[in-house]
């Protein structure tokens, strides 16, 4: 039976792979005029990125948790899941692990 991972090698690969798509994105997003930018802004604002259902949003503790009712995802904007990670309940070893692997 192969031996399961260490979580340090999860992480370590998962950065990795984190590392290669937010390049391919920058570069992307490079390619993209501004006008074009504006546009898929306003085309997808506060909509699903799964579902394309629009999101509501719920603050908690000052997080702004937006939810799409359609297919039961969360989207957190930027900063905070950082939010989160201080509070008491969040101080777990899987938030701070996933927060290294996008740092
Ligand atoms: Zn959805």
Redesign the pocket.
């Known amino acids: 039976m192969p031996l399961k991972p260490s979580e340090k090698e999860e992480e370590y690969f998962a950065r990795l792979e984190a590392q290669k798509k937010k390049k391919l994105a920058e570069e992307r997003e490079k390619s993209l005029k501004q006008k074009e930018r504006d546009e898929l802004k306003q085309l997808h604002w506060m909509h ?1 990125p ?4 629009e999101l509501q949003t719920i603050t908690y503790q000052e997080v702004e948790i937006d939810r ?1 009712f ?4 969360l989207w957190l904007d930027e900063g905070e899941l950082e939010k989160i990670s201080k509070t008491d309940a969040g101080k777990s070893s899987m938030i701070s692990a996933v927060l290294r692997i996008f740092k």
Do not use: A, I, V, W
């Open positions: 699903c799964k579902c394309g259902s799409c359609s297919c039961n995802g």
